[in-house]
C-alpha cells in the first residue's frame, strides 16, 4: 500500500490512500440484515420526503411547529442517505474500501446529522414547552422568524464543531491497520488506528458527545419537567389529559433515539466493554431506525398532516 505523507510542523504525517470497512465481515445473516436495511431506507425516504412535501405545499402549515418537523424530516433523510446505501454497495458489491477524503467527507455528513437530530428533538420539546407552560404569549414568542433563527444557529453551529472534529483527523498518522471495524467511517474506530498520539481527538469525541447529545437530551428532560409542573397545575383533568396527550409522540421518539446512542457511546466509548459486533449492530440500528419511524409516529399521526396526505393519496389514485 502507498502511503501518502504531508508535512506538519516538521514531522511527517502519513495518510493511507483509504480504509477498510469490517464491521459486518463477521456477523451472521448478513443478507437478512441488508434486505432489511433497504427497506428501512424506502421506507425514510417514502414518508420523509411526504411530510415534506405536503407541509411545503400546504399554507395553513406553514407554522412554527411544522417548520420544526420539517428540519427534522430533512435531518432524518439525509442521516440515513449517508450510511445505507454505502453499507448496501459493501454488500453488493463487496467492495468495502473507501477514499480517506471521502471517509472523512463520510464522517463530517453523519456526525452533522446524526447531532442535528439531536438539537431537532430539542426543538420539538422547546415547540411543546412553549405551547404548553405559556399558551396566551405562544404566538408573540414562539414565531416562524424566531424558529427559523433557532433552527439556522443550529445548523452553523454543529456544521462549525463537527468541521473543526473531523478536520483535527487529518493530524494523525496512519503507519499501521487501515481496518475500520465499525459500519462506516466512524470518529473513534479510526483515530484509534492512529500510530501517533490522539489525546486531542479523544477529548474532542468527548466534547462532541457532551455537547451535540447531552445537552440537547438535558434540556429536554429540563423542559419536560417543566411541562409536568404546568400539567399538574391545571385543575381539569380533560385538560392535562390532552396537554400531555400532544407530548407523547415525542417522548417515543426521545426514547428511541437518545436511550441506544447514551448506552453505545458512554459504555463503549468511556468503557471500552461493548461486544465489538454487538456494537456494530447496535449502533447501525440506533442510527437508521429513528429517522425511518419519525415521520410515521410522529409527523404522519398529526391530524393536520395526516388529512392532507390522505387527500393527495386519493387524488392520486382517482388521476390514476
Known sequence: MILQRTVLNSSAIIHPPGFYIIGFETFPFISVYFIFLVFVYGVTVLFNILVIYVIASTRRLHTPKFLAVVNLAVIDLFLNTCTIPSMIKIFLIKNNFIPFNLCLLQMYVYYVFVSLESFALAILAYDRLIAICFPLRQNSINTVQSMCCIISITWFLVMGVIAFTTGIMTRLSFCRS?????YF???APVFRLACNDNTMQWFAASFL????????????????????????RMKSVDSRVKALATCVEHLILVAIFYIPLTVIFTIGF???VVNPDQ?????????????????????LKTKDIKTRALKLFRKTKVNA
Open 270 to 272: 468511556f468503557l471500552g
Open 185 to 187: 467511517c466512524d470518529y
Open 279 to 299: 456494537r456494530v449492530l447496535s449502533l447501525s440500528l440506533a442510527s437508521c431506525i429513528p429517522p425511518c419511524i419519525n415521520p410515521i409516529v410522529y409527523s
Open 209 to 232: 458527545s457532551v455537547l451535540l447529545l447531552f445537552v440537547p437530551f438535558t434540556f429536554i428532560f429540563l423542559s419536560y419537567v417543566s411541562i409536568l409542573v404546568t400539567v399538574f
Open 178 to 182: 487501515v481496518r475500520v471495524f465499525s
